[in-house]
């Protein structure tokens, strides 16, 4: 048995999904100027993604061209969506709010909804019965 010495590289583990807002659009919405946050924000906007799909109670794709493939694989679900304006400023008000408040529990405050520029943004978007 020979080893081989030209190794093809293994598929990524896990197909790196699409983003429905850049670093680049959530740091200027935070003003953030410098990249010492950038590893925090890039979590925090991942979750502020996920949360806005999960109230939306739909998928959604960043483009036509992928909620057309999406369909025609038969993977879009129950009224899917391409990402819009209200959706992404949804998603960034919810991604402000994560980041002022790193904290679970904030002193003087109980904070146990969507903030309501987000719930303004997000609820016209939600699926129907959700």
């Known amino acids: 048995m ?57 998928a ?9 493939s999406a369909v025609a694989a038969g993977t879009a679900g129950p009224e899917p969506m391409v990402c819009n304006f209200m959706l992404r400023a949804g998603i960034l008000l919810i991604l402000g709010d994560l980041f002022a408040n790193r904290e679970d529990t904030v002193t003087g405050t109980i904070a146990t909804q969507l903030p309501t520029g987000a719930r303004q943004c997000l609820r016209p978007l ?5």
Not at 60 to 68: C, G, I, K, Q, R
Not at 126 to 130: E, I, Q, S
Request: glycine share 2%; proline share 7%.
């Open 2 to 58: 020979s080893e081989s010495t030209d190794l093809e590289p293994s598929p990524p583990a896990v197909v790196p999904r699409t983003e429905l807002v850049t670093l680049i659009e959530a740091k200027a919405h935070l003003r953030v100027v410098h990249e010492f946050d950038d590893a925090d924000i890039e979590l925090k906007l991942r979750a502020a993604e996920e949360i806005a799909v999960e109230f939306l109670d739909r």
């Open 60 to 68: 959604v794709f960043p483009s036509v061209e992928a909620l057309t």
């Open 126 to 130: 939600r699926r129907m019965g959700a």
